[in-house]
């Protein structure tokens, strides 16, 4: 077969940069909550200009906090999570009929620009269509194409020409 994703590589890619947003995370809040521990204990009594300052830098760390654990971790999580359970969880195995391939350039799975595969396949004499997703290159597939698709969640990790 040929592999269309290099799910151990992607999945330990995804699995580091996870660790890294955290670690990133973790030294960011500390190093703000020493700034405004020590502002609070080591000024005298004109506690004006640290008041803002805390007030100023705890405002801009809650916004930064909203967007970090909204996008950049929230992708990273999300990426580390499929990886993880395609590399681990069960993956279908599919012979398909190839009818056409969408590379269109709004089509979007959890963010990635992606081409859809439309396939169908017959089961106890009954055809089925079923679309699966295609991320990086695209491969160049013929309508009436007999494929052995493997996918998880509907995403084609490796494919054979069977005819």
């Known amino acids: 077969m040929i592999d269309l994703i290099d799910l151990p590589k992607e999945s ?9 947003e955290l670690t990133f995370f973790a030294i960011l809040s500390v190093v703000f909550f020493a700034f405004v521990l ?3 204990f080591l000024s005298k009594d004109d506690y004006g200009l ?3 300052a805390d007030i100023l830098l705890g405002t801009l760390y809650l916004w930064w906090l909203l967007y970090f654990f909204s996008i950049p971790y929230h992708e990273a999580r999300k990426r580390c999570d499929f990886y ?3 590399f681990k969880g069960l993956l ?3 012979v398909i009929i ?3 391939i969408v590379r269109d350039s709004s089509l979007e799975k959890d963010g990635l620009h992606v081409a859809l595969l439309k396939g169908r396949f017959e089961e106890d004499g009954v ?4 679309d699966f997703y295609l991320l990086g290159e695209t491969p160049f597939f013929q309508g009436g194409e007999k494929i052995r698709v493997k996918s998880y969640a509907n995403v084609a990790l490796a494919y054979e020409v069977v005819s």
């Open 12 to 20: 330990d890619y995804w699995r580091r940069k996870k660790a890294n």
């Open 38 to 40: 020590l502002s609070l």
């Open 50 to 52: 640290w008041m803002w």
């Open 84 to 86: 993880q359970g395609a």
């Open 92 to 94: 279908e195995e599919d």
């Open 98 to 100: 190839v009818t056409s």
């Open 127 to 130: 055809t089925f269509e079923r």
